[in-house]
């Protein structure tokens, strides 16, 4: 599974971005595929995470705000951004993995893709 994302940008506080995860290669429906973000000088945490079958999870700090979404053949998986806070900047990447219990927990990852940029300015 390869995994390209796209959609970043810079905007300003309050603003909207939708990212794109593009899928290539066969994702079965046990699949997941996550959003996660770094900032410089931070961990990367998970943001939100959708099961081929399943509720979409979110970090509390995005509820309200971010949207996960896919499409029905799974080709892309996408993540709606409204609201944009500066302490939303960083680098966003889109993971796949399998039989993941925790949608926002990295461990379970295994395909990656490069990453895009986000940056709100205040």
């Known amino acids: 599974v390869q995994l390209a994302e796209s959609g970043g940008g810079s905007v300003q506080t309050g603003g909207s971005l939708t990212l794109s995860c593009a899928v290539s290669?066969?994702?079965?429906?046990?699949?997941?595929v996550g959003w996660f973000r770094q900032a410089p000088g931070k961990e990367r945490e998970g943001v939100a995470g959708?099961?081929?079958?399943?509720?979409?999870t979110y970090v509390d700090s995005v509820k309200g705000r971010f949207t996960i979404s896919q499409d029905g053949d799974r080709n892309r998986v996408y993540l709606q951004m409204n609201s944009l806070k500066p302490e939303d900047t960083a680098m966003y990447y889109c993971?796949?993995?399998?039989?993941?219990?925790?949608?926002?927990?990295?461990?379970?990852?295994?395909?990656w893709g490069q990453g895009t940029q986000v940056t709100v300015s205040s």
């Open positions: 290669g066969s994702i079965g429906s046990d699949s997941c």
């Open positions: 959708i099961k081929y079958h399943g509720t979409p």
């Open positions: 993971a796949a993995g399998y039989r993941v219990p925790e949608p926002l927990d990295q461990r379970h990852y295994t395909s």
